[in-house]
């Protein structure tokens, strides 16, 4: 394995490439300009987004590998670690790449939605997958971005460039919320996985031990980003995943206090709270009374 490229800028980006830097906060990268891409594990320092049509090798991303389909998109936030690592080089490359750095939004409005575009989050092998109208509509905007860095720097540029990359960023939630949609099927079977994996958890000793599972521990139990399978999940049912988790406890607590005749305190514990008045407060919340009334009135009838 070789040594990690750290780029903390645009232009360290560039000038690993051979290319020109137009602007130093952003870049707008044809690899066809690039007679040969040497393979790297780089720490990027910038936001990125790479849509190649041509590549070798499994790209590494994080602590994974994933055989890179062509003709998707994937996404990069600063600080995380991506490229390939077999010491080896693509002659005539294929593809685009649309490099920002945080500096260039920040202060902006823009920077405070940037946390709307969970995507940046996801691993690769949740990429976006594009029809070919969606393609297009991607070409147009990386188009409109590459011709503003063409014009000389000016008051009116950071405006520009900034209000093209929201239109970009727009059209890829709108993307996936289409891709959410369409795997459908798989989405389901996600979902059924789900609520077997907290199901199992439940009748485990684990909440014991580890406490409440949280939305992350999840996400990795079931090979997905935490961010991808947040967003599945709301997508898919309405209810966020931690409210899958919030309604999974509550019905394993309604469960143990009909079957039994334990404390509260001795429940809570045993479902993974660390403080009992944490389940009293999250069961009214859930199912609009508190554990010891819905045990006196579940009794009752």
Not at 47 to 68: C, M, N, Q, V, W
């Amino acid at each position: 394995m070789s040594e990690i490229l750290n780029l903390k800028t645009i232009h360290d980006y560039n000038e690993f490439l051979g290319l020109e830097t137009l602007n130093p906060l952003v870049s707008f990268v044809d690899f066809s300009k690039v007679a040969v891409l040497k393979h790297r594990c780089k720490c990027f320092g910038f936001y990125a987004i790479f849509l190649k049509e041509k590549i070798h090798g499994p790209l590494t991303y994080g602590r994974s590998k994933y055989d890179y389909q062509e003709g998707t998109l994937v996404f990069i936030a600063p600080g995380q670690i991506g490229g390939i690592d077999d010491d080896g080089e693509t002659p005539h490359p294929q593809g685009y790449a649309l490099l920002f750095h945080p500096d260039l939004i920040r202060g902006t409005s823009f920077a405070h939605r940037m946390k709307d575009y969970t995507f940046f989050s996801y691993e690769v092998n949740e990429a976006l997958h594009m029809s070919e109208r969606e393609r297009q509509t991607i070409f147009n905007c990386f188009s409109e971005i590459e011709e503003e860095l063409q014009h000389a720097i000016d008051k009116h540029s950071r405006n520009i460039i900034i209000s093209n990359i929201e239109v970009l960023l727009n059209h890829c939630l709108r993307f996936y919320d289409r891709q959410f949609t369409t795997r459908e099927a798989i989405n389901t079977d996600v979902l059924a996985r789900f609520e077997a994996l907290l199901s199992d958890y439940f009748d485990s000793p684990k909440p014991e031990q580890l406490g409440l599972p949280s939305v992350a521990w999840c996400a990795d139990q079931l090979h997905f980003s935490a961010n991808y399978f947040g967003d599945l999940v709301k997508k898919q049912t309405g209810k966020s995943a931690i409210e899958h988790i919030h309604l999974a406890v509550i019905n394993k607590v309604k469960d143990r206090l009909l079957e039994t005749d334990k404390t509260v305190s001795g429940i809570a514990y045993e479902v993974g709270f660390q403080y009992p008045h944490h389940l009293s407060r999250l069961f009214k919340k859930v199912a609009g009374c508190t554990p010891n009334e819905y045990r006196i009135q579940a009794r009752t009838f």
